[in-house]
């Protein structure tokens, strides 16, 4: 907990636009690709609406001579396309020091400590890089003398490649900061609707009784993209959509929709809660890899009337990397007993849309008689992450008039951009401020991490024997056709993206 004026807040009592402490946030990959697209656009909002207060720096890593002069031109060209004006822009500025350090190289540290000086603000140290420097760069900070008892590190995802190097990260870090002051980023738990999953579940006593498999017959996740490989060749084919976006994005918002209601919106409970269902997801080994998997790579195609280019062909040689993935599981728990998950995930599909969909039991017993409607469609509840995030719920519904009933399904719609004026903040904009607010809420344990990893592990190494080639699949469609096998022999379907 933080104290601001004087008064000691809960985290879940700071209002959004209550300015941080003053802070030193240090940026290492501050000229790679997540930091422009997405780090620096968010601190420039929080900076234009007062958030960080003027005296907050931003130091940023580079550790090329051009990108000293280089790196501000190129934030200032980013904000432009989001639309800040150039008085915002020139006051965002003002913020930035930047640092020529090669993270690798320990002597170049003694620059940042230079810099960074001795004013006892919080500092927080962003590593936007590869994760095999996340080791040497704690170690380095630690010999240089940088870090201070209050002092934060960020680490993006995905944390390692498998267990064993998540540990390997995870121990180093814990050598030089305690768990609580390490913050394990995974932007999706940032993301408003996935918060609202949360509100959703445990502010209303509507679905909350009915969240069980007494009700609910199948889940499916779907996180779809039309991004290819873009400029990460280098990270991408060594990681695939496996790691990069089911070991940490789909599983936690695979945990965040099955936990058990923690006792406070905090860190500790909501992380205690979150363990225990990967904890029960059952594990994916041997031949059920081959049963209840199964991977892709895009070939050429189509994505909105424009040729696109295969995986293969982007990367320049041939590759067994997955970048679609589908998979079936389940948890074994009281809750969720023989209720079949379905995740999907991947890059180039027909369109970019991510959503959570709870399908509920059918009715067990239908009064209407033949001809009032073709099909009692069971009621639907569709959490949409984005685009148009928002939640939707199918029912069936009476056609009016006093002729021979007829009943058919109908949704009751509420989007985000009409039910409230509030700006949709950037999920990294929300995860910012909450590490300088000291809040861990919304960021992962070390242990969640090592047990997602646990589960992940095996399947990955299944697919040697069971998935050694990607299925392939058109550029533009949903996906190789054996992702649609996987639902369709278990008599359901995957859901189509109508929430437009
Ligand atoms: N891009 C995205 O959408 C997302 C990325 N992530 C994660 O964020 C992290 C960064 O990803 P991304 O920005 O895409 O990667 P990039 O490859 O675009 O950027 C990596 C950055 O690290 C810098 N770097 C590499 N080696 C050194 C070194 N020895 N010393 C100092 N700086 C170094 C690079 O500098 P230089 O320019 O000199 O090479 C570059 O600025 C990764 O862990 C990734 O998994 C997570 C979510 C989304
Ligand atoms: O972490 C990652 O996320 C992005 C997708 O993020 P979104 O907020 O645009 O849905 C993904 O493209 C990238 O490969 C992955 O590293």
Redesign the pocket.
């Known amino acids: 907990m933080d104290a601001i004026a004087g008064r000691t807040l809960r985290p879940e009592t700071i209002p959004e636009r209550t300015p941080v402490p003053a802070f030193d946030l240090v940026i ?8 422009l ?2 780090l620096f656009p968010a601190l420039a909002q929080r900076s234009r609406e007062g958030v960080l207060p003027d005296e907050s720096r931003i130091l940023c ?4 001579q051009e ?1 000293v002069d280089g790196l501000p031109k190129q934030i200032a060209k980013r904000l432009k396309e989001e639309g800040l004006s150039p008085d915002h822009i020139h006051a965002f500025q003002q913020r930035l020091t930047i640092v020529l ?4 190289k320990p002597e170049t540290y003694k620059a940042l400590k230079k810099a960074l000086g001795d004013d006892g603000r919080v500092r927080s140290f962003y590593l ?4 095999d ?1 996340f080791i040497p760069i704690c170690e380095n900070l630690a010999a240089a003398d940088i870090l201070t008892p209050t002092s934060r590190v960020i680490l ?3 944390l390692g490649r498998d267990l064993a190097s998540a540990r390997e990260i995870n121990d180093a870090v814990a050598r030089i900061l305690p768990e609580d002051r390490t913050y394990r980023i995974d ?1 999706y738990l940032g993301k408003e609707t996935v918060q609202n999953l949360l509100v959703l579940r445990f502010a209303n006593t509507l679905f909350e009784r009915s969240w069980t498999g007494r009700d609910i017959d199948h889940v499916q996740i779907t996180v779809a993209e039309t991004v290819g490989l873009e ?2 060749a ?2 991408y084919d060594k990681a695939g959509q496996m790691r990069d976006m089911v070991q940490n994005h789909l599983m936690q918002l695979l945990t965040l929709f099955a936990i058990e209601p923690p006792n406070l919106l905090e860190a500790g409970a909501v992380r205690d809660e979150k363990i225990k269902v990967l904890k029960a997801l059952r594990p994916i080994v041997g031949p059920d890899v081959e049963r209840y998997t199964v991977r892709g790579q895009y070939g050429t195609g189509q994505i909105d009337g424009q040729r696109v280019r295969g995986y293969a062909d982007e990367l320049g040689h041939l590759s067994n990397t997955e970048t679609f993935v589908a998979l079936r599981c389940e948890l074994d728990n009281w809750r969720w007993a023989g209720v079949p998950i379905y995740l999907r995930t991947g890059k180039r599909m027909a369109q970019r849309y991510s959503e959570i969909v709870v399908t509920f039991k059918p009715v067990p017993h239908s009064i209407f008689g033949g001809g009032s409607c073709d099909k009692l469609y069971a009621n639907r509840l569709l959490i949409r992450l984005q685009p148009n995030d928002g939640v939707q719920l199918q029912l069936m519904m009476k056609v009016p008039g006093s002729g021979r009933l007829k009943i058919v399904p109908r949704q009751l719609d509420l989007r985000y951009s009409t039910a409230f004026d509030e700006r949709t903040p950037d999920a990294y904009e929300r995860l910012l401020t909450d590490v300088i607010r000291g809040d861990q809420t919304l960021f992962m344990h070390r242990d969640e991490v090592e047990q997602a990893w646990r589960w992940v592990d095996p399947i990955i190494a299944g697919w040697q024997d069971y998935s050694p080639h990607p299925h392939r699949y058109a550029a533009g469609s949903w996906g190789p056709s054996q992702a649609i096998g996987l639902i369709e022999r278990e008599g359901r379907s995957w859901a189509d993206p109508d929430f437009e």
């Open positions: 290492f990959g501050a000229g790679g690709d997540l930091a697209r997405k890593i580079v550790r090329k990108d350090l090669d993270a690798v936007s890089t590869p994760p420097l993006e995802k995905p932007h400029s990460r280098g990270y």
